[in-house]
C-alpha cells in the first residue's frame, strides 16, 4: 500500500516563502503530483517529478528525493490567491495501475495580509 | 474547448434513492476516474476504467456504480447502500501512459 502525509495547515504572510513537505511510503513509486484546489473546486495540476532533484515553474518549485520518499512544494512571493489546499499525490508505474494516483489529504495553506 | 464537465454542480437526493452523477470529457482520453472528497480529507479513489466496457474498484467502491459504455463518458451511480453518501465526488481523466489527471469541477451530493 501506500501511505501518503502532509502537515494539515500553514500560515505565511503575503510575500513570504512557504515549504510544504509530503513524506511517502509505497510498494511501487513512478512518480510525484503536487495540485493546488481551491475550496469546492476542482485540483489544479502544478507540478511533476519524475527524477530526483528540484523543478521549478515561476513562483512554484517542488523536489522529490526518491531514496527518501519525500518531496517539498516551495511557494515563493505569496500572493492572498495562494490561500488553497495543496495535495501530493503519488503513482505507480505498473502496467494495470498507470494514472492510478494515492492522494494525501491536502495541506490547507493561509495566506494573510 | 476540450475538458471536462460534471453535471450538476450541486446535488439533493432523499435517504434511499439511488442517484447517478454525470462525467463526459471531450479531450479523447482513454483512463477516467471518480474520487469522492469529504472536509479535511485527500482524494480517495472509488472506481477507474481504462478502456472503455471495462473498469475496476477502487480503494472505496462499496455502496457505488459504474460503467463505461462511451469512451468520453464514465456516470458514477451512487446507491441507497453507500452508507454515507454526502461528499464532493470528483471525474478525472488522462491519456494511456500519461500519469497526469485533469479534473472535472465536482458534484456536491448531499443526502437528506
Known amino acids: 500500500g501506500q501511505n501518503i502525509d502532509q502537515p494539515t495547515e500553514m500560515t505565511a504572510t503575503e510575500g513570504a516563502i512557504v515549504q510544504i513537505n509530503c513524506t511517502y511510503q509505497t510498494s511501487g513509486f513512478n512518480g510525484l503530483f503536487w495540485y493546488q484546489q481551491h475550496a469546492g473546486e476542482a485540483p489544479t495540476f502544478l507540478s511533476y517529478n519524475v527524477l530526483d532533484g528540484l523543478e521549478e515553474k515561476g513562483r512554484f518549485s517542488s523536489f522529490l528525493s526518491r531514496s527518501k520518499g519525500y518531496s517539498y512544494l516551495l511557494l515563493k512571493e505569496l500572493q492572498m490567491k495562494d490561500s488553497a489546499s495543496y495535495l501530493c499525490a503519488v503513482t505507480k508505474g505498473a502496467t494495470d495501475s498507470w494514472g492510478k494516483f494515492q492522494f494525501g489529504a491536502g495541506t490547507q495553506v493561509v495566506v494573510t495580509p | ?112
Open chain 2, 1 to 112: 474547448d476540450g475538458g471536462i464537465t460534471q453535471s450538476p454542480k450541486y446535488l439533493f437526493r432523499k435517504e434511499g434513492q439511488n442517484v447517478t452523477l454525470s462525467c463526459e470529457q471531450n479531450l479523447n482520453h482513454d483512463a477516467m476516474y471518480w474520487y469522492r472528497q469529504d472536509p479535511g480529507q485527500g482524494l480517495r479513489l472509488i472506481y477507474y476504467s481504462q478502456i472503455v466496457n471495462d473498469f475496476q474498484k477502487g480503494d472505496i467502491a462499496e455502496g457505488y456504480s459504474v460503467s463505461r459504455e462511451k469512451k468520453e463518458s464514465f456516470p458514477l451511480t451512487v446507491t441507497s447502500a453507500q452508507k454515507n453518501p454526502t461528499a464532493f465526488y470528483l471525474c478525472a481523466s488522462n491519456r494511456a501512459g500519461n500519469n497526469e489527471q485533469f479534473f472535472g469541477p465536482g458534484t456536491r451530493l448531499t443526502v437528506l
